[in-house]
């Protein structure tokens, strides 16, 4: 991603890239009003506004501003805006003031810079009250190819066609009318030819109207299109019904971070837990680290860590006033030493030697934080119910629990269980592991303010409880639920490099139970009918480059399953996943969304023709 050349040039902002005005430099916000933010009418329940260049972001700004204003229950904006040039937050609140705008608009302005993300392509999350901005960094087509939406609302805003002609080609209409729901509304200043003609080529009607302090401008209409997609089976069908009641099996953080995120869509959620309370499975640690792998560029696995990793820290701060103390990484082989040298320019690492300082990293104390995301999403939560099947009739889930009534009428079922989902899954080629951990409390001996992470890792103190976690043991064959000497004579053999002469104290410790997919990625989507895929992706092994069929409409059970080591940040992007589909929501990227969905180990076993 690039930094932005901005200047202020008679009185309103000017690109030296582009050699163009951000916007009217006598009346900014009487033009963003008039071209965009009050050209439109709210949809009665979701509105998708997209744009084409943040800058400065006054048209979203302004467009939360109305919304707040005039929306009525139930309502929902969603804004998606695509930026390739960053503006340092400092310099952007400096606009504001230089501008005049940054009383307008300081609360709204403040909680925007409070979260801004570092200068890294991406899509970031800000929650507004019943809004959610995706800002989405890094070059336009890319993230337009890779993104997956349905806009009411489109903003073409940029610079002019003469300065900026790449984001009014046709290629670009192209990508934004694969973005727009029939009926989709373009809004512009512009009134060139070129975009008229793109707009025309991809079957938007297009008229002209009297434009702002200007003779004439362009609005149109999206009369629909047909795409080819040969990527169709990750796709996930919309929910053709209302949604009131969700239930969810699990209470650790895959379920509560789903739970927190389907609140703010005003459903009612209930969470079933199996134990008599919260914190008895792998999200009970007395402290845990939020982190990140270090792999080298490009590898998927290691970007998705990233993602889930900053946006997590990003969400804890957004939603739960969380600092973050940062953590450190050790390289301590040379596989890993070479990984490091590799990601010494990326902004989330501050890689020096065999050191990597995160500064968005956390120790978190897991059962505060999944107590605190259950309350605040006031969700129902059932202890000792202990989750045996359902049934599905008429639209609706019926749960039977082992010694307990039957609870039914549920629209969604989430399936968020721990290492025992395998037991409720009969997918031929999904393959889950149980993997024991066991974590080891001693007495506090190390005054590290940061959580230390190399073979094993050492949490700073937790004062509430006096007791200093270290771990984690990683074993695939035992299933033993006790605590073994020999696991805690490991763990702090896992740290040696980080004491002296210290006098360890073991004073207890815990074991849980990770779950863990063959590719180390989480499992979230839909589930999927595996004889319709059998049947209609056969031939995948020839035809993976043509176009696909879409996957049948399927119950509406969804996983937010094998998160591995690394749940408190993969849980949260997962349950933005989950709300994405159940609501027709926009997503996350195309190859994060299919490097997580359920169907992805038998798509491959069907491109290799190994069925």
Not at 132 to 150: I, R, S, T
Not at 392 to 417: G, H, P, T
Not at 513 to 529: E, T
Not at 575 to 581: G, Q
Request: include cysteine; aromatic fraction near 14%; charged fraction near 25%.
């Amino acid at each position: 991603m690039k930094k932005a050349n901005i200047i202020i040039k008679n009185n309103a902002p000017f690109s030296l890239d582009f050699d163009d005005y951000y916007f009217n430099s006598s009346d900014g916000l009487s033009e963003s009003k008039f071209i965009y933010t009050n050209a439109f009418d709210f949809e009665n329940k979701q509105t998708i506004v997209a744009e084409l260049g943040f800058g400065i972001g006054l048209n979203f700004f302004l467009t939360l501003k109305r919304f707040l204003k005039e929306k009525k229950h139930n309502q929902r904006l969603f804004y998606l805006s695509f930026e390739n040039f960053y503006i340092e937050k400092d310099k952007l609140r400096e606009i504001y003031k230089k501008l005049g705008f940054y009383e307008e608009f300081k609360e709204v302005l403040e909680q925007f810079l409070n979260f801004y993300p570092p200068c890294k392509d991406g899509v970031y999350r800000f929650y507004f009250q019943d809004c959610f901005l995706d800002l989405v960094f890094g070059d336009a087509k890319e993230n337009l190819q890779n993104l997956d939406f349905k806009a009411n609302i489109w903003y073409l805003d940029g610079f002019s066609p003469s300065k900026n002609q790449d984001m009014f080609d046709d290629n670009i209409i192209n990508d934004v009318a694969k973005n727009s729901k029939i009926n989709a509304k373009i809004l512009t200043f512009s009134s060139a030819s070129v975009l008229k003609k793109a707009l025309i080529n991809n079957n938007f009607q297009v008229q002209k109207i009297k434009g702002f302090r200007k003779r004439e401008m362009i609005q149109a209409i999206f009369n629909g299109l047909e795409f080819e997609d040969k990527f169709a089976y990750f796709n996930t069908p919309s929910l053709k019904k209302e949604i009131q009641k969700i239930a969810i099996i699990g209470a650790g953080i895959a379920g509560a971070s789903m739970a927190y995120e389907l609140s703010l869509r005003n459903v009612q959620v209930d969470v079933f837990e199996k134990e008599n309370s919260l914190g008895k499975g792998a999200s009970g640690n007395i402290n845990g680290i939020l982190s990140s792998l270090i792999l080298k560029p490009d590898v998927l696995l290691g970007e998705f860590s990233q993602y889930a990793f900053l946006e997590a820290s990003r969400f804890y701060r957004q939603i739960l006033n969380l600092i973050p103390q940062g953590v450190y990484e050790f390289a301590h082989n040379e596989l890993m030493q070479e990984r490091f040298d590799s990601q010494k320019d990326n902004v989330l690492f501050e890689i020096i030697n065999n050191q990597a300082f995160l500064k968005d990293g956390f120790c978190i104390k897991p059962q505060e934080l999944v107590k605190t995301l259950l309350q605040k999403s006031k969700a129902r939560v059932f202890f000792e119910y202990e989750f045996k099947d359902y049934s599905y009739k008429n639209e609706k889930f019926f749960l039977n629990f082992n010694n307990q009534k039957i609870l039914k009428d549920y629209d969604v079922l989430i399936y968020a269980q721990g290492a025992d989902v395998k037991n409720f899954l009969e997918y031929k080629y999904m393959k889950l592991s149980s993997v024991r951990g066991q974590c080891t409390h001693l007495k506090p001996f190390l005054k590290n303010p940061h959580a230390l992470s190399s073979k094993g890792y050492i949490c700073p103190i937790n004062e509430e409880l006096n007791l200093q976690l270290i771990g984690a043991s990683y074993d695939r064959l035992n299933q033993d639920t006790t605590l073994l000497k020999n696991d805690d004579l490991q763990n702090i053999e896992n740290v040696k490099e980080f004491l002296h002469d210290e006098n360890l104290e073991i004073m207890g410790g815990k074991v849980g139970f990770r779950s863990y997919s063959s590719d180390r990625f989480a499992i979230a989507g839909q589930a999927y009918d595996e004889n319709f895929y059998m049947q209609n992706y056969k031939a995948l092994l020839w035809h993976k480059n043509k176009n696909q069929v879409m996957p049948n409409d399927f119950i509406p059970l969804y996983f937010s399953i094998a998160h591995g080591s690394r749940a408190f940040a993969s849980a949260i992007v997962c349950a933005r996943v989950m709300s994405s589909l159940i609501f027709d929501e926009p997503r996350i990227k195309k190859e994060f969304l299919h490097a997580l969905h359920p169907a992805r180990f038998l798509i491959r076993k069907l491109k290799k023709g190994l069925i």
